[in-house]
């Protein structure tokens, strides 16, 4: 799903994109216990967007057998190119299998 706030991707490049279309979201004080309200935009997805990143990192931490392979999967061009003792290659599959982003090329 596209939103008016979605930049285009880049043609024939791997674009990253992740929920940012109404995130159920809720702040204490402001709103009744239980209570969500569903928000939009950059602001929403950022934070889920850092999240994922953050896994990605940490699984590469874990699944990796090298030091010097683990810096380099900190790369954009490493994550393209980095294969885990498991045999997966990349981690942004790990998120797109799941349908937690969106990976388009």
Not at 33 to 41: D, K, Y
Not at 64 to 91: H, L, M, N, P
Request: charged letters at 25%; one cysteine or more.
């Amino acid at each position: 799903m596209e939103t008016d706030f979605t930049p285009n991707g880049l043609p024939l490049s791997e674009n990253f994109s992740t929920l940012g279309e109404a995130v159920e979201s809720s702040w204490l004080g402001y709103l009744k216990q239980g209570r969500l309200q569903c928000c939009s935009g950059t602001s929403y997805a950022t934070p889920i967007a850092a999240g994922a990143a953050a896994n990605m990192l940490f699984y590469v931490r874990m699944k990796v057998d090298s030091e010097e392979r683990r810096k380099e999967a900190a790369t954009c061009k490493g994550d393209e190119e980095i294969v885990t003792d498991d045999g997966s290659s990349g981690q942004l599959h790990v998120y797109t299998s799941l349908g937690i982003v969106k990976a388009r090329r």
